[in-house]
């Protein structure tokens, strides 16, 4: 059986002959484009792919890290764990948090053609109606709500078979899902817990409701997730947007690449014209220079673009000549409102030997499963992150949050407060995998944060890192919601279904009882669900740098398209909402021309 599609064939023949450049060329440097993209992400592969279906417009994408988004740590959804720190990483780590009693935590993103969508855990989820009900009203542009972003959600994602081919039938709406680019899938390898999660959803059904489709705009309740995975191979930006657009003659991409900052060509309207860049290989390498005829683009994430803002002389004007940069826009909020989600791994003791925690452990195991995913996609190693999930809100949510002083941060009904992972082995971001035991966990996390976080320079070095804040936990009520989520995670498993599976909860989880203590325990053990967003965010006033079609605020000829322009984090992960946004602005800028 063949699993590399003719698409993805055709980039890796045609990208050494043509489009793909691997540093900046002659060809390149002498062309005319009228949009060059920066990063090669989610945002970016979209941007890409859709502006130049119109054959008459000509697209540089630019991308810092390399080209082998088919590398096999890559394409094996089961060895995600190896992507962090490695090639394909930028290794960032965070500020001390004082949330986390000033821990600092590790900040996986892509550094690859497909940026974070060939890092991440292949979650795939839209957000909800109220996630995008609330964008629409903090922009006043009503092309932001749910219903109107229909036809972008449904031009995003297509439901495909599991790579074993089981009957799918009761496991999702196959009615709300279209022909997008975008091949996703149910997981195909059966885990024991499986059957137990669906018995929860009817034994404790008031508390665990079972939900068919939690990407219809409601996520409330649980079932089975929705993965970046096609035929047990993950699934990039780069391997579905830009594959499908790589052999068209007004595409070049350029990788290996940096673009260290945008630069004003002139003045129209009273105010600068970005439509220039500066690229660089390395931080004493030769630097040149780019010009768009329309727009740069910016889908450099939520880290690097306000990090290039800023290098550019956009941002807050007081920080920016504290570092020597000339203010060219003063934005203050460039970089501000960074919202991230909290993670938080709780594991038992399991009565089984059949979890996948000996795959971690015994190289034999891994090696034989493996062999067998080399094969045809199949076996434990053709699996992303979760095989279901659930999310939910707080009981009795207005008083709640009253009694806390604020009001409830979801958007609304449909959005969860947390989220929940039911997992078939041990989970932990702080406490190394036992060398011998089998365990269940579910992971824990907040997804609907008060704390808002920053992203600031460093340094005037555009080959430096920024410093990266995302204020995990720097709110009560977010350590509120997450013991929430762990009473709830407790209340789990004590449906009659876990009777003889559950034997006892584990290390420092067991000794976490009162309220006191959960909170000990949450700050000591709460990591990020590498889901940063908003720090350039679209909206009204002086607090937003994007206006609601995502055009830098006194700028002419810069737009933002990642994760960066979300005002709010949606209640759910991120690189879905990253692609529907992505899928509207291409239809703005294209409605433009
Ligand atoms: C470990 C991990 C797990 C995750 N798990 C999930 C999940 O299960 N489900 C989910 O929905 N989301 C998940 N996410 C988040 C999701 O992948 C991101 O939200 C999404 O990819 C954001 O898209 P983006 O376009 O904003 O940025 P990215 O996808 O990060 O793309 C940005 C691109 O820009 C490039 N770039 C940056 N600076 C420059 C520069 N100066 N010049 C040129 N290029 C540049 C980068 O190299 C990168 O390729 C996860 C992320 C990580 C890292
Ligand atoms: C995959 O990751 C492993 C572990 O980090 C590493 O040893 C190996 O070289 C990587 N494989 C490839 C093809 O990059
Ligand atoms: C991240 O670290 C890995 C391993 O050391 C390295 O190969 C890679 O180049 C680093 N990433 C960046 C952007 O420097
Ligand atoms: C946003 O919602 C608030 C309260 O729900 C409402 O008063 C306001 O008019 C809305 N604004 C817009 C622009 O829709
Ligand atoms: C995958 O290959 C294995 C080993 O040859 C075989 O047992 C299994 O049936 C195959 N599965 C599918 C879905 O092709
Ligand atoms: C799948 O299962 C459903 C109900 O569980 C059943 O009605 C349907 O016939 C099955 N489909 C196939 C192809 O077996
Ligand atoms: C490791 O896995 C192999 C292959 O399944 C098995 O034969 C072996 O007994 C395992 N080793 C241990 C220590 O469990
Ligand atoms: C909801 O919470 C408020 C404030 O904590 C409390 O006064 C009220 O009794 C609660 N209502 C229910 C139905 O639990
Ligand atoms: C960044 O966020 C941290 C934590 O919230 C805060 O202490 C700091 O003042 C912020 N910095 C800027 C420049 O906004
Ligand atoms: C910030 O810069 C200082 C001085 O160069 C350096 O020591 C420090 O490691 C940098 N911090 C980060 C987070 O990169
Ligand atoms: C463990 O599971 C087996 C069946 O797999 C069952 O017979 C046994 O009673 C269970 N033990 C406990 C302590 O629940
Ligand atoms: C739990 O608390 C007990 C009593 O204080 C202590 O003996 C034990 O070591 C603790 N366990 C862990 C895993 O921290």
Redesign the pocket.
């Known amino acids: 059986m063949l699993h590399k599609t003719g698409l993805v064939l055709a980039f890796s023949v045609a990208s050494v002959l043509a489009a793909l450049h691997q540093g900046p060329t002659a060809e390149v440097l002498n062309k005319d484009y009228d949009f060059v993209v920066v990063g090669a992400g989610a945002g970016g592969g979209v941007m890409a792919s859709r502006l130049t279906e119109d054959p008459l417009t000509r697209v540089l994408l630019i991308e810092a890290g390399g080209s082998d988004f088919e590398n096999l740590n890559i394409s094996v959804p089961g060895r995600s764990s190896t992507l962090p720190m490695s090639a394909f990483d930028w290794n960032f780590t965070t500020m001390a948090q004082p949330g986390l009693n000033n821990r600092p935590v590790g900040y996986p993103r892509g550094f690859v053609l497909g940026g974070s969508t060939a890092l991440n855990q292949m979650v795939f989820s839209r957000g909800t109606k109220d996630d995008y009900d609330r964008w629409a009203n903090v922009t006043g542009d009503d092309g932001w709500s749910f219903k109107n972003l229909l036809p972008f959600i449904f031009a995003v994602d297509r439901m495909t078979a599991p790579v074993d081919h089981h009957n799918t039938t009761g496991q999702f709406n196959p009615a709300i899902h279209k022909n997008g680019v975008v091949p996703i899938s149910v997981e195909g390898f059966p885990l024991e817990i499986n059957s137990r999660v669906i018995d929860t959803t009817r034994e404790l059904a008031e508390q665990f409701p079972f939900n068919l489709d939690y990407n219809s705009g409601n996520t409330i309740g649980f079932g089975w997730t929705q993965n970046t995975i096609h035929d047990g191979h993950r699934v990039t930006s780069a391997s579905s947007y830009l594959a499908q657009a790589i052999n068209r003659p007004n595409l070049d991409v350029v990788v290996n690449t940096r673009v260290t900052k945008v630069v004003s060509v002139g003045r129209e309207q009273g105010k600068p014209v970005f439509r220039g860049v500066e690229i660089a290989q390395s931080a004493d390498g030769p630097v040149h220079s780019l010009k768009a005829k329309k727009e740069v683009i910016l889908s450099a994430g939520s880290l690097k673009t306000p990090h290039i803002l800023m290098l550019s002389g956009i941002g807050d004007a007081a920080h920016l000549t504290a570092l020597g940069i000339k203010p060219v826009v003063n934005l203050p909020a460039v970089g501000q409102n960074l919202q991230d989600h909290v993670f938080l791994g709780n594991s038992w003791v399991a009565n089984s030997t059949n979890t996948l925690d000996d795959l971690h452990r015994n190289s034999t195991l891994a090696a034989e499963a493996l062999a067998l995913w080399k094969i045809n996609g199949t076996g434990p190693l053709g699996l992303g992150a979760a095989s279901q999930f659930g999310w939910l809100r707080v009981?009795?949510a207005?008083?709640?949050f009253?009694?806390l002083g604020v009001e409830d941060p979801s958007a609304g009904e449909t959005s969860a407060h947390f989220e929940q992972i039911p997992t078939n082995a041990f989970v932990s971001k702080t406490v190394p995998l036992p060398a011998e035991g089998h365990f269940f966990s579910i992971i824990t996390a907040v997804v609907s944060p008060t704390a808002r976080g920053n992203v600031t320079l460093n340094s005037t070095n555009p080959f430096d890192a920024p410093l990266i804040n995302p204020n995990l936990l720097g709110s009560p009520v977010d350590v509120a919601i997450m013991r929430e989520a762990v009473k709830a995670a407790r209340a789990f498993v004590t449906a009659p279904t876990w009777s003889d599976y559950i034997v006892s909860e584990f290390g420092v989880f067991a000794n976490a009882t009162t309220d006191d203590e959960l909170e000990v325990y949450i700050r000591k053990n709460s990591d990020t669900v590498d889901h940063p967003v908003g720090t350039v965010a679209m909206g009204q006033g002086t607090n937003a740098p994007l206006d609601s079609q995502l055009r830098v605020k006194g700028t002419v000829g810069l737009r933002v398209v990642d994760a960066s322009a979300f005002p709010f984090i949606p209640s759910g992960h991120t690189q879905g909402p990253t692609y529907i946004l992505a899928e509207r602005a291409a239809h703005l800028v294209r409605s433009s021309l």
């Open positions: 009981p009795n207005t008083g709640f009253r009694s």
